[in-house]
């Protein structure tokens, strides 16, 4: 019997334990018109506020915190992937070099076409085929575009 009582007595001593209690909470208004809270009435008519508060369940705030932590690490490795595919200074570099190479190469296929008399190309048997004016016109266009396209930064 004696053991029943003291188990009994244990586990409300457990229960009132794990109760939160939270004291009384008051809001007032001071004659400045500024709110005010605190444990203790104060000013005129107090205003006593429902407070219920529970405790905090520690699974839910670790789950919550490492949450967080993934979101981190996962944007910190969506960061790294992005810059990974970002080219390099060395890759940019050869491609402004390859740009300007193609520019000289069109500026030059360009003065040719300017100022040759007669435009012509060459057959599969390597023989000349003149251009007539509209064939010639056609060749300039294509060769302004590949400028345009490769001289422009």
Same mark, same amino acid.
């Given at each position: #019997? ?8 244990? #586990? ?6 794990? /109760? +939160? ?10 004659? %400045? ?12 008519? &107090? ?14 705030? *670790? ?10 690490? !996962? ?6 992937? !992005?810059?990974? %595919?970002? &080219?390099?200074?060395?890759? $940019?570099?050869?491609? !402004?070099? @390859? ?5 000289? /190469?069109?500026? /030059? @296929? #360009?003065?040719?076409? +300017? /100022? ?5 190309? %060459? ?7 003149? $251009?007539?004016?509209?064939? !010639?016109?056609?060749?300039? *266009?294509? +060769?302004?575009? *590949?400028?345009? %396209?490769?001289?422009?930064?």
């Amino acid at each position: #019997m004696k053991i029943r009582a003291i188990a009994i007595a244990s #586990m409300l001593t457990l229960i009132a334990a794990s /109760t +939160v209690y939270a004291g009384d909470i008051y809001k007032w208004i001071d004659a %400045e018109g500024n709110v005010h809270y605190g444990d203790r009435p104060n000013g005129e008519q &107090p205003e006593r506020l429902n407070i219920v508060s529970r405790s905090t369940d520690r699974e839910s705030v *670790q789950a919550a915190a490492q949450d967080r932590v993934d979101a981190r690490a !996962a944007e910190a490795e969506a960061k790294a992937a !992005a810059a990974a %595919e970002l &080219p390099s200074a060395e890759d $940019l570099r050869n491609e !402004a070099k @390859q740009r300007a190479e193609k520019c000289a /190469t069109y500026k /030059t @296929q #360009m003065q040719r076409l +300017v /100022t040759s008399r007669r435009l012509y190309r %060459e057959d599969e048997n390597g023989e000349r085929v003149y $251009l007539d004016d509209s064939e !010639a016109l056609a060749a300039r *266009q294509r +060769v302004e575009k *590949q400028i345009s %396209e490769f001289c422009s930064s």
